[in-house]
């Protein structure tokens, strides 16, 4: 055998040998999270609905775990969506509220108030560490350009509603690709009108090109794109978020009979000839979005190793006075039984507002056709993630791992007090601590009302009032926020003492 012709056979050995090693290392983890916009506790089939049908999500809890004891960050949209994306509770988060950019910012024409470039965010942590980041939905968290833009948060590529506001119509006048304003109709159909008198029509409320459609052709487009390299896919939808203009196609899958009312915008947002149909179509479609996910990751064979992850981002529309039927945007949640008899709606920090539907699956891993009763909250999921990709977890997060309960079944035998302290609606603050949670409104008014202790192991729909009779539960809460929550300049919550008469 010449020299060159054993040389070369080393190399091929060689070459084969590190192949053969790289074969067999396991793929890396992909991440899916899903997050609906406004969607009830009691708005899937999982859950109880009798009404709307979600085959999608519904075989997604079939695989994998379903939570009856999860909740969202806060009750409404940008603040549930920066404790989920910074791990802090909002006793800790920059963002506690729904605040405009152009009220602090004037050089912004849209957008929400946006995170600082100080904010560390999971989608952050899992770029560094080689990830594909996209995210396609309703950001809400900084205008672009600002420090909160997407691309400057951890996103690779951000497709969709930068501003929440603008997300109130399903044909705006533009998305955002990254920095490029992409205009889509022309005229754009507002998301708030009035029509007091005449006939409701619903292809007056229908544009050019319908901007959910756009938005999940580019989830789809991102997962192709990324099939050889681990991803990390956010997508924020905006269903069932009013204002309520789904596809007529959508609405006409559901019975002409439910609809003996029209709905003229009385309540906000626009009129639709037939809103129970108009609602049930945003959940119908939103699930049929996770079906196309679900497709896609079979087809390119990476499902048994991607974690998805589905839920709210708070509960259902609230009511309004202008009409006893018709919630905010015209949602009837009664006839839905979209809360599944919980107290309060969106906004709310009793458990209508903020506790949400939590499917998990990730095949081989998560036990199928699971349910799970332990407690948890938006800001698990950061170091949830990290312990699931095995990234090294940052210091100073408020959330638990959540990993050992998904994957082993792990009931810890305690977890810290989950905080929220939101300064709208009044100004509202809750702890829970163990089963109880210890909730007070007002404390933005000039007559802020008494702490309230409710027992959910025994009084799901906080009916009864423990606070005369657990004082002491008082006092720990009070503790808890003293000590955790920060002062913040732009979302001021002011805490009283129990025994101060304020």
């Given at each position: 055998?010449?020299?060159?012709?054993?040389?070369?056979?080393?190399?091929?050995?060689?070459?084969?040998?590190?192949?053969?090693?790289?074969?067999?290392?396991?793929?890396?983890?992909?991440?899916?999270?899903?997050?609906?916009?406004?969607?009830?506790?009691?708005?899937?089939?999982?859950?109880?609905?009798?009404?709307?049908?979600?085959?999608?999500?519904?075989?997604?809890?079939?695989?994998?775990?379903?939570?009856?004891?999860?909740?969202?960050?806060?009750?409404v949209c940008a603040p549930?969506?920066?404790?989920?994306?910074?791990?802090?509770?909002?006793?800790?988060?920059?963002?506690?509220?729904?605040?405009?950019?152009?009220k602090a910012f004037p050089?912004?024409?849209?957008?929400?108030?946006?995170?600082?470039?100080?904010?560390?965010?999971?989608?952050?942590?899992?770029?560094?560490?080689?990830?594909?980041?996209?995210?396609?939905?309703?950001?809400?968290?900084?205008?672009?350009?600002?420090?909160?833009?997407?691309?400057?948060?951890?996103?690779?590529?951000?497709?969709?509603?930068?501003?929440?506001?603008?997300?109130?119509?399903?044909?705006?006048?533009?998305?955002?690709?990254?920095?490029?304003?992409?205009?889509?109709?022309?005229?754009?159909?507002?998301?708030?009108?009035?029509?007091?008198?005449?006939?409701?029509?619903?292809?007056?409320?229908?544009?050019?090109?319908?901007?959910?459609?756009?938005?999940?052709?580019?989830?789809?487009?991102?997962?192709?794109?990324?099939?050889?390299?681990?991803?990390f896919l956010y997508l924020?939808?905006?269903?069932?978020?009013?204002?309520?203009?789904?596809?007529?196609?959508?609405?006409?899958?559901?019975?002409?009979?439910?609809?003996?009312?029209?709905?003229?915008?009385?309540?906000?947002?626009?009129?639709?000839?037939?809103?129970?149909?108009?609602?049930?179509?945003?959940?119908?479609?939103?699930?049929?979005?996770?079906?196309?996910?679900?497709?896609?990751?079979?087809?390119?064979?990476?499902?048994?190793?991607?974690?998805?992850?589905?839920?709210?981002?708070?509960?259902?529309?609230?009511?309004?006075?202008?009409?006893?039927?018709?919630?905010?945007?015209?949602?009837?949640?009664?006839?839905?039984?979209?809360?599944?008899?919980?107290?309060?709606?969106?906004?709310?920090?009793?458990?209508?507002?903020?506790?949400?539907?939590?499917?998990?699956?990730?095949?081989?891993?998560?036990?199928?056709?699971?349910?799970?009763?332990?407690?948890?909250?938006?800001?698990?999921?950061?170091?949830?993630?990290?312990?699931?990709?095995?990234?090294?977890?940052?210091?100073?997060?408020?959330?638990?791992?959540?990993?050992?309960?998904?994957?082993?079944?792990?009931?810890?035998?305690?977890?810290?007090?989950?905080?929220?302290?939101?300064?709208?609606?009044?100004?509202?603050?809750?702890?829970?601590?163990?089963?109880?949670?210890?909730?007070?409104?007002?404390?933005?008014?000039?007559?802020?009302?008494?702490?309230?202790?409710?027992?959910?192991?025994?009084?799901?729909?906080?009916?009864?009032?423990?606070?005369?009779?657990?004082?002491?539960?008082?006092?720990?809460?009070?503790?808890?926020?003293?000590?955790?929550?920060?002062?913040?300049?732009?979302?001021?919550?002011?805490?009283?003492?129990?025994?101060?008469?304020?």
């Amino acid at each position: 055998m010449t020299w060159k012709l054993l040389i070369g056979t080393v190399i091929l050995f060689f070459a084969g040998s590190v192949g053969a090693t790289s074969a067999a290392e396991p793929p890396r983890l992909n991440v899916v999270f899903v997050l609906a916009d406004d969607l009830g506790w009691g708005e899937l089939g999982c859950y109880g609905q009798e009404k709307i049908p979600t085959p999608h999500i519904d075989r997604l809890a079939s695989q994998g775990m379903r939570f009856t004891q999860h909740y969202s960050g806060a009750p409404v949209c940008a603040p549930a969506r920066c404790v989920l994306m910074t791990g802090l509770h909002t006793g800790h988060a920059e963002i506690r509220g729904n605040f405009r950019a152009p009220k602090a910012f004037p050089e912004f024409t849209e957008g929400q108030y946006p995170l600082s470039e100080n904010a560390l965010t999971v989608a952050q942590v899992f770029q560094r560490a080689g990830y594909a980041t996209g995210a396609m939905g309703k950001w809400g968290l900084g205008p672009v350009g600002s420090t909160g833009d997407p691309n400057r948060q951890g996103f690779d590529l951000f497709f969709g509603y930068n501003c929440q506001s603008v997300a109130h119509s399903y044909y705006p006048s533009h998305l955002w690709d990254n920095d490029q304003r992409i205009p889509i109709n022309d005229p754009p159909i507002p998301g708030h009108q009035r029509q007091p008198e005449g006939p409701v029509r619903m292809e007056d409320w229908i544009g050019q090109t319908y901007a959910p459609k756009l938005m999940i052709d580019r989830a789809i487009e991102f997962l192709e794109e990324n099939r050889t390299r681990p991803f990390f896919l956010y997508l924020p939808f905006i269903e069932p978020h009013v204002a309520m203009h789904p596809p007529r196609e959508s609405v006409e899958r559901f019975p002409e009979e439910w609809d003996d009312r029209v709905y003229r915008g009385q309540c906000g947002y626009l009129p639709h000839p037939r809103p129970r149909a108009g609602y049930a179509a945003m959940i119908a479609d939103l699930d049929g979005y996770v079906g196309r996910v679900m497709e896609t990751l079979d087809r390119m064979g990476v499902a048994d190793h991607t974690l998805v992850i589905f839920t709210s981002d708070n509960g259902t529309t609230l009511p309004r006075p202008q009409d006893p039927r018709f919630h905010v945007g015209g949602v009837d949640a009664e006839f839905f039984n979209s809360t599944a008899g919980l107290r309060g709606y969106k906004g709310s920090l009793y458990e209508g507002g903020i506790r949400v539907p939590l499917v998990v699956s990730l095949p081989g891993q998560i036990p199928a056709g699971t349910v799970s009763d332990v407690p948890g909250y938006f800001a698990d999921w950061f170091p949830t993630l990290c312990a699931a990709a095995g990234l090294e977890t940052p210091e100073g997060l408020d959330g638990e791992n959540l990993w050992p309960v998904l994957t082993e079944g792990v009931v810890p035998e305690s977890r810290r007090p989950m905080v929220w302290v939101f300064p709208e609606y009044g100004g509202q603050v809750a702890v829970r601590i163990d089963h109880y949670k210890v909730i007070r409104r007002g404390l933005r008014t000039k007559k802020p009302g008494p702490w309230e202790v409710y027992d959910l192991e025994r009084d799901l729909g906080e009916a009864n009032d423990l606070a005369a009779e657990r004082s002491d539960l008082i006092r720990q809460a009070e503790e808890i926020l003293r000590r955790e929550a920060l002062d913040n300049r732009q979302f001021p919550v002011p805490i009283p003492l129990a025994d101060s008469g304020e």
